[in-house]
């Protein structure tokens, strides 16, 4: 890492040699969007609140025993949309497009949960079979919210008529999710929490396809480790549940991309982004570790 502040926020502060825009093995697409958020406005300043944080990580990962920014991981310019979800989705796939075609994992910081689905849509136009993995406190499944089919509240409904889901940490949902939600595929935090011998995390991988979207939203974690999030629910997951189960994800099937969504920064509560640049990094560790 460099001591010297960059013009342009970067993540890591990684000099130009680790950061290389199409030979790193990984591209970070921040995506500062916040159109439809149901309460809390802000998660536009997510990415840049992430960006920030990430350099403040150790580059010595300490699980992994790897340091993954040598690896290469590149930041690119954000994608800047004032309209309608459904436009940004435009822009979002094409963008994602780019980078899967370099070889790239795509790494997409929000900005609100809607920003997932373009990224999704890109990834399966390239991976007819890929599933997603959804770590999230929302099912996230409504077919229309306030107007759009676009809202962050259908994120996952969109991302099922493309491909198998599978979701982890779940806590709220809607009466009209009901009908859908799949027990064989929905893992709640209130049994994960309750789980003495971990088997959730088998069991959630083996709903997977052998190559895999994983969608982030930080309202997954309890608010006591990450507050800073725009619609919170008590009684969520915790740092390590969270990383068991990428690290038996990155070990057993394909990561091809992902996404960390949903940062609402707010004043004296700047643990929420640095949790949330750690994630991205050690996720980045597992993933480039097993390969």
Excluded at 229 to 245: A, K
């Amino acid at each position: 890492m460099s001591n010297e502040r960059n013009p342009e926020r970067v993540f890591f502060e990684l000099r130009p040699e680790f950061r290389h825009p199409t030979e790193s093995a990984a591209a970070i697409l921040p995506v500062p969007y916040d159109a439809t958020s149901s309460w809390k406005k802000g998660a536009q300043r997510g990415p840049e609140a992430i960006l920030e944080a990430s350099s403040y990580v150790e580059p010595w990962d300490l699980e992994t025993g790897t340091e993954p920014f040598r690896r290469g991981i590149a930041t690119l310019k954000p994608v800047v949309c004032d309209g309608a979800p459904e436009v940004l989705a435009g822009h979002v796939a094409g963008r994602v497009g780019e980078i899967l075609d370099r070889g790239q994992i795509p790494v997409v910081l929000g900005g609100e949960h809607s920003v997932t689905i373009g990224a999704v849509r890109a990834t399966v136009d390239r991976f007819p079979r890929v599933s997603v993995l959804q770590i999230d406190a929302h099912g996230d499944t409504r077919e229309s919210y306030h107007g759009s089919r676009y809202n962050h509240g259908c994120v996952m409904a969109r991302v099922r008529e493309w491909c198998p889901i599978v979701q982890v940490g779940i806590r709220s949902i809607d009466t009209s999710e009901v009908a859908a939600f799949d027990d064989g595929r929905v893992f709640p935090a209130r049994e994960i929490v309750r789980s003495r011998d971990g088997s959730w995390v088998d069991r959630a991988v083996e709903g997977l396809t052998e190559e895999v979207y994983v969608t982030i939203d930080l309202d997954a974690f309890d608010p006591s480790i990450v507050p800073a999030t725009g619609t919170p629910e008590p009684g969520g997951l915790d740092w390590y549940q969270v990383t068991d189960l990428l690290e038996a994800v990155a070990g057993r099937r394909n990561v091809v991309a992902f996404d960390v969504v949903e940062l609402c920064p707010a004043p004296g509560q700047h643990a929420s982004a640095f949790t949330a640049a750690k994630l991205v990094y050690r996720f980045l560790a597992m993933i480039f570790g097993s390969d």
